[in-house]
């Protein structure tokens, strides 16, 4: 079955550092993979998704991810960061079992945006 | 558009005791995920409901359980509370037209047990 692993737990960066935060998921065939972000108090919701084709993903608020095969990464990237980035962030995969109808995620990490 | 809802929003129940918690998902949404968030584990996946089926679940013991029922609303129900089930549930739901699709997550139910 195909799993997701986040080794950066948390991490603390200041207002227009950029932001790198790490993904890895086993080999399970056809791959796809998410990020969710989780803001304080509100609903997890997409940043991106990467189904096929350019392997460099854009999402939504400046976002983006990689996919490297070679590597079973897709670490989530963003540019500069800003306070309102203060949040948790999940990476996700399909579950097999589930016939990729559901989703496994990683640990989270923990974002804290000081100003 | 509604997004996905919950309830309740938070609850305190002590050891023993049962819970029920609901979801209403998405309109048009036919599967409907529950999710465990508790410190520091991430999300653990639960249980999955389609066509008012229980299609796979996750590696939780059986007093965790549920049902959807035919307007595909859901409720998850805990049964001889531990103090680890405490954590916040989340539910989420699908279009079923969109293989392997993106999931529509609910702000959640948050369990204290005592």
């Known amino acids: 079955a195909q799993s997701v692993s986040q080794h950066n737990h948390h991490v603390i960066l200041s207002e227009a550092a950029s932001l790198e935060l790490g993904c890895n998921y086993s080999?399970?065939?056809?791959?796809?993979l998410f990020w969710y972000v989780q803001y304080p108090g509100q609903h997890l919701q997409l940043l991106l998704k990467y189904f096929s084709g350019d392997p460099l993903v854009k999402g939504i608020k400046g976002f983006e991810a990689e996919f490297i095969k070679s590597k079973f990464s897709f670490n989530l990237r963003k540019p500069s960061v800003q306070w309102s980035d203060t949040a948790e962030y999940f990476c996700a995969a399909p579950r097999e079992d589930t016939g990729r109808r559901a989703l496994t995620f990683g640990s989270g990490t923990r974002l804290q945006v000081q100003p | 558009e509604a997004g996905v809802t919950q309830s309740p929003t938070h609850l305190i129940k002590t050891r023993g005791q049962q819970v029920t918690l609901r979801c209403s998902p998405i309109s048009g949404h036919t599967s409907v995920y529950w999710y465990q968030q508790a410190l520091g584990l991430g999300l653990q996946f639960l249980l999955w409901y389609d066509e008012g089926e229980e299609r796979n679940r996750g590696n939780f013991p059986p007093r965790f359980s549920g049902r959807q029922f035919p307007n595909y609303s859901s409720e998850l129900n805990v049964n001889a509370l531990e103090l680890e089930d405490s954590a916040l549930y989340l539910c989420?739901?699908?279009?079923?037209?969109?293989?392997?699709?993106?999931?529509?997550f609910g702000e959640g139910s948050r369990l204290t047990v005592l």
């Open positions: 080999y399970g065939g056809t791959v796809n």
């Open positions: 989420a739901s699908r279009n079923p037209g969109i293989l392997t699709g993106e999931l529509f």
